[in-house]
């Protein structure tokens, strides 16, 4: 990466990938990529520079500038274009190409924080549950899912919430309910979020991915599925309410890894099960 920078550097034009997200913060920025789900935190100098990798400076403005804005010697500017060029390598966030520096340098604009401002600008996940509908009765069931509540968002107004979050620079989306595969428009939902650089994970209990709906999640990031299993076998059918429960999580588990889908096993421990979590934890390897 740093040979990359060094060479022509007049003629060497960095850019952040568009999928990458940066988000400025009181102590500098963040790097995100939503597709390996991995992040970086810049100090000042290193928020600046990466600002500055918009695909229009130079290798040689960026230096120059960072140079100056910071007081910066020709080894202290080396040296810190180097340490961010690996942080950005890291999260295969950057890309050259080969052209003409333009006349004057595009400076990213900075942010003002006041002191009282909070320590992110924005949290870094954020839990969604999408609809109460369910079509399991578990027993510690938190939110007393069953039927879908009068006043949850409609397709519009979830494509909204999920622009809003966006916008706010939330980095992780985790979907839950209820069900959220029983919810009609999912897949919709799940495009807009993807459209927008966001890492989503969906808490599901397994029981009903459809075939279709399976297909329709492996052409999108989709990045996560977590399936619940609360026990073996009958025990798991009992805290959940329904018979066959067990038998159609583990289904659904083999068929998410059969499409290369990464899944886990989210168990919900209370003092009916904690006899049996060792046997989960054998299930999950």
């Known amino acids: 990466m740093a040979d990359s920078w060094m060479k022509n550097e007049e003629q060497v034009i960095p850019r952040l990938y568009s999928f990458i997200v940066y988000r400025q913060e009181r102590f500098g920025a963040l ?7 991995i992040e970086e935190e810049l ?23 960072t140079k100056r804005r910071f007081a910066l010697s020709d080894n202290e500017v080396g040296r810190r274009i180097c340490e961010t060029v690996q942080k950005l390598g890291n ?24 002191d009282d401002d909070p320590a992110l600008s924005a949290p870094r996940n954020a839990i969604w549950d999408v609809t109460y509908r369910c079509n399991l009765k ?15 968002l409609d397709t519009p107004q979830a494509l909204k919430l999920v622009d809003n979050l966006a916008e706010a620079g939330v980095l992780y989306l985790s979907l839950s309910g209820g069900e959220p595969l029983l919810r009609p428009d ?9 459209s927008k650089n966001m890492r989503v994970e969906i808490a599901s209990n397994g029981v009903n991915i459809s075939d279709k709906v399976l297909n329709e ?27 066959g429960a067990f038998k159609a999580s583990c289904a659904s588990i083999k068929k998410l890894q059969e499409h290369d ?10 003092s009916h099960n904690i006899d049996s979590l060792e046997s989960i934890i054998s299930l999950a390897a």
């Open 138 to 152: 578990c027993r510690h069931c938190l939110t007393e899912s069953g039927e879908a509540c009068k006043d949850e």
């Open 31 to 37: 790097i995100f990529n939503p597709y390996l789900g």
């Open 186 to 194: 999912i897949v919709t939902i799940l495009k807009h979020i993807a």
């Open 43 to 65: 100090d000042p100098i290193e928020a600046f520079i990466a600002g500055m990798c918009n695909g229009c400076n130079s290798c040689r403005q960026i230096r120059v500038e």
């Open 217 to 243: 999640i492996c052409a999108l990031p989709v990045f996560h599925v977590q399936i619940s299993i609360d026990g073996i076998g009958p025990q798991h059918d009992e805290l959940r309410g329904m018979q």
């Open 261 to 270: 889908i990464a899944v886990s096993i989210s168990t919900t421990v209370t």
């Open 91 to 114: 999260t295969y966030a950057i890309a050259y190409r080969s052209g003409s520096e333009s006349e004057r340098p595009k400076i990213p604009d900075t942010s003002v924080w006041c």
